[in-house]
């Protein structure tokens, strides 16, 4: 069922119609065109794809602020990258990983009902990354030499933004009216689905980017190192099994997994002893893996086998006990015995060792 008072195109257009005064002024009107359409496009395709999306069950508030996110980031970005001077054959590509970045970003916090504030922290975490590895890229593709790529990476028109409020003092005024950040540009209200009104020329996404992380040490909190034992293991789980995973923990526990999952190099950070007695707990606690792990087993299973004929099998596992010998044959024929993880896992390496 489409979003109902979430009127997309009108939206996109109000967007486009306020960011057009925003463009800077030194720009040509190729560079302007640039910065104006890629906000159109990109803010429409996000409404359109939100709008039909029948199992987020995004409200009309919550579609149009993510419909915002990327608006706002599309035209600061798409401003970087004119500055830059990277040629503007690489602009587009450039831009749809940052939106795409947003766009799942976005969906997945907004699901779990973060705080509004770590929403646009995580997002402006992401965006950044998203920029300076396109970058990166580009210089090891040989399309841009060191010091393009040194002026490209320096390039921050929401820091620049920030920087001329601060010193006209609207930041103080903003601050002092307690109004919430609106973006660049900022919308109009369209029927009743958009966000709260807010001043022209000031970014949304404020605050630090970066998402504190834990240290290595063997006295860190049990909790916490288990929320960030999740968050590494559910980075290596596609979205739909993250999302059935997280629904069984209450809003701030999900939050906090959520934060940890998006924090670069997080491998790095934590011990991998503690983490590993983690993951044997999770083995057996966790909802839904004991049964991936099952599944994962059997597939061992049957693929150590293919080492040996049927005859050669049987003859191996004649000495072992009854049970062994079940699940063995069993799971030849796709079927768990019903024995514990851990003993499964022995006998499926016994067999991949040879028995």
């Known amino acids: ?81 004119i500055r830059s001077g990277i040629p503007q054959h690489h602009w587009d590509g450039i831009m749809q990983k940052i939106a795409f970045t947003i766009f799942e970003i976005a969906k997945q916090t907004f699901k779990q009902g973060l705080p509004q504030d770590q929403i646009l922290q995580l997002i402006e975490h992401h965006v950044k990354k998203a920029y300076l590895d396109s970058i990166a890229e580009l210089k090891t593709k040989g399309e841009i030499d060191e010091q393009l790529m040194e002026k490209a990476s320096k390039q921050s028109n929401i820091d620049q933004m920030m920087q001329q409020m601060q010193d006209s003092g609207e930041v103080e005024q903003a601050q002092a009216a307690q109004q919430a950040p609106p973006p660049p540009p900022p919308p109009a209200p369209v029927q009743n689905a958009q966000p709260q009104p807010a001043q022209a020329n000031v970014p949304a996404v404020q605050g630090p980017s970066e998402v504190s992380t834990p240290k290595k040490s063997p006295y860190a909190p049990p909790k916490l190192l288990k ?129």
């Not at 119609?17 to 890629?38: C, G, H, I, R, S």
């Not at 699940?327 to 499926?348: G, K, M, Q």
């Open 1 to 81: 069922m489409a979003i109902k008072g979430f009127d997309y195109k009108a939206f996109a257009q109000n967007l486009t119609q306020q960011a057009q005064e925003l463009v800077p002024q030194d720009f040509d009107q190729n560079q302007k065109a640039y910065v104006v359409n890629t906000l159109l496009n990109f803010s429409t395709m996000a409404g359109e794809a939100l709008y039909n999306d029948t199992e987020s069950n995004f409200n009309a508030d919550q579609a149009a602020m993510i419909t915002q996110i990327i608006a706002e980031w599309s035209f600061h970005k798409s401003v970087d990258l």
């Open 227 to 355: 929320l960030v034992t999740l968050a590494l293991l559910l980075k290596r789980v596609d979205e739909e099994k993250v999302q059935s995973i997280l629904e069984r923990f209450d809003q701030e526990t999900a939050g906090t997994v959520i934060k940890y999952m998006y924090v670069d190099g997080l491998e790095d950070k934590v011990d991998p002893t503690l983490t590993m007695k983690c993951l044997d707990e999770f083995a057996e606690n966790l909802p839904g893996a004991t049964e991936i792990n099952k599944n994962k087993i059997i597939e061992r299973v049957k693929e150590a086998a293919q080492n040996y004929d049927k005859n050669k099998l049987e003859l191996s596992l004649q000495l072992e006990r009854q049970k062994v010998r079940r699940f063995v044959f069993n799971a030849l024929e796709d079927e768990y015995y019903a024995i514990p993880p851990r003993v499964a896992d022995v006998i499926a390496t016994h067999l991949e060792n040879g028995v």
